[in-house]
């Protein structure tokens, strides 16, 4: 099992920055990638980013991409989600997962990811 623990999030003016971390604990040598997604009041969750774990490969989804930034430290078990340029629409919960080795593909739907945390709510002010 791993457990996954977000942070950072808060409220922020449209233009600001934030960064959210995601502490992974437990077997976390069992992790193959993590990845951010979001779900906003009435909304589905959506796909943010995604990160090898051990590769560090990325991928993000059009609507992040050259504002958003996924890393991860291993030293640390951390993930981390650095958003710039935020907008109002990025308002959301933002939830980080991840994928065991060996349970296939780390694509851009939920069901790919077997581990979540709890989520940590992100308000852009206009």
């Known amino acids: 099992q791993v457990q996954l623990v977000e942070s950072g999030g808060g409220l922020v003016q449209a233009g600001d920055s934030l960064k959210l971390s995601c502490a992974a604990s437990?077997?976390?040598?069992?992790?193959?990638?993590m990845g951010w997604f979001r779900q906003a009041p009435g909304k589905e969750r959506e796909f943010v980013a995604r990160?090898?774990?051990?590769?560090?490969?990325?991928y993000y989804t059009d609507s992040v991409k050259g504002r958003f930034t996924i890393s991860r430290d291993n030293a640390k078990n951390t993930g981390y989600l650095q958003m710039n340029s935020l907008k109002p629409e990025d308002t959301a919960v933002y939830y980080c997962?991840?994928?065991?080795?060996?349970?296939?593909?780390?694509?851009?739907?939920?069901?790919?990811?077997?581990?979540w945390g709890q989520g940590t709510q992100v308000t852009v002010s206009s």
């Open positions: 997962a991840a994928r065991r080795i060996g349970a296939g593909v780390a694509g851009t739907n939920a069901y790919d990811y077997d581990y």
């Open positions: 437990g077997r976390t040598s069992n992790i193959y990638a």
């Open positions: 990160i090898g774990w051990t590769v560090g490969n990325t």
